[in-house]
């Protein structure tokens, strides 16, 4: 079973930085896509960003040029740098996990709120 937690959300105001940190526990790290999405109030889910193991990285258009991923295999964490945040990036964040043998995302952390402010 893969566990994921999720930590590093908070109130910025516009323009700040925060960087979400996701520890991966469970399963061979490496043999999993990691993916963020968020969801914002009365809006869906969205993916945000997703990372291979060997680390090719795609990203939503919203959130490229500011939005950096990051995954460290020997620590089983990825990380997701948000710089020059913006209000519409207010959300809860989700990790996500999906072996590389399937489509779906299958395990997801408990989520972390990202609150900018103007």
């Known amino acids: 079973q893969v566990e994921l937690a999720e930590s590093g959300g908070g109130l910025v105001q516009a323009g700040d930085s925060l960087r979400l940190s996701c520890a991966f526990l469970?399963?061979?790290?490496?043999?999993?896509?990691m993916g963020w999405f968020r969801q914002a109030p009365g809006k869906e889910r969205e993916l945000v960003a997703q990372i291979t193991s060997g680390g090719s990285t795609y990203e939503v258009d919203s959130v490229k040029d500011r939005f950096t991923q990051s995954r460290d295999n020997l620590k089983n964490t990825v990380y997701l740098q948000m710089n020059s945040l913006k209000p519409e990036d207010t959300a809860i964040y989700y990790c996500?996990?999906?072996?590389?043998?399937?489509?779906?995302?299958?395990?997801w952390g408990q989520g972390t709120q990202v609150t900018v402010s103007e």
């Open positions: 469970g399963r061979t790290f490496s043999l999993y896509v």
């Open positions: 996500a996990a999906k072996h590389i043998s399937t489509s779906e995302f299958a395990y």
